[in-house]
């Protein structure tokens, strides 16, 4: 059964950096493209980072500035987003998804895609 679970998020003040981790248990990392998404307080849930299985194609939310660094290393079973220069805006839980993806390199950062998802962990951002 695969699961996922999120860490590294807390509360941080404005333009400090978290990285935050998804750590896949189950299967192996390298056959699933796995997205970062975040939901903020009465807020719907938005993509903002994806990977593609083993080479790692990345796709990044358009609204989203290249603060946002999304990477694998598939010998850990993990796969960090890396934030920098957090604002308050950044405040939200933020969750990663999975999904098995045999044809290719490929990822997306819409939700309905991915099979399996995380508990979550929550980024506070203080101004």
């Known amino acids: 059964q695969v699961q996922l679970v999120e860490s590294g998020g807390g509360l941080v003040q404005s333009g400090n950096s978290l990285r935050l981790s998804c750590v896949l248990s189950?299967?192996?990392?390298?056959?699933?493209?796995i997205g970062w998404f975040r939901q903020a307080p009465g807020k719907g849930r938005e993509g903002v980072s994806c990977?593609?299985?083993?080479?790692?194609?990345?796709h990044y939310n358009n609204s989203i500035e290249d603060r946002f660094t999304i990477s694998r290393d598939n010998s850990k079973n993990t796969v960090s987003l890396k934030i920098n220069n957090l604002q308050p805006g950044d405040s939200a839980i933020y969750y990663c998804?999975?999904?098995?993806?045999?044809?290719?390199?490929?990822?997306?950062?819409?939700?309905?895609?991915?099979?399996?998802w995380g508990q979550g962990t929550h980024v506070n951002v203080s101004s």
């Open positions: 998804a999975a999904q098995s993806w045999y044809s290719g390199t490929y990822c997306s950062l819409q939700r309905l895609w991915y099979s399996y």
């Open positions: 189950g299967m192996a990392l390298d056959v699933f493209a």
């Open positions: 990977i593609g299985p083993s080479d790692g194609v990345t």
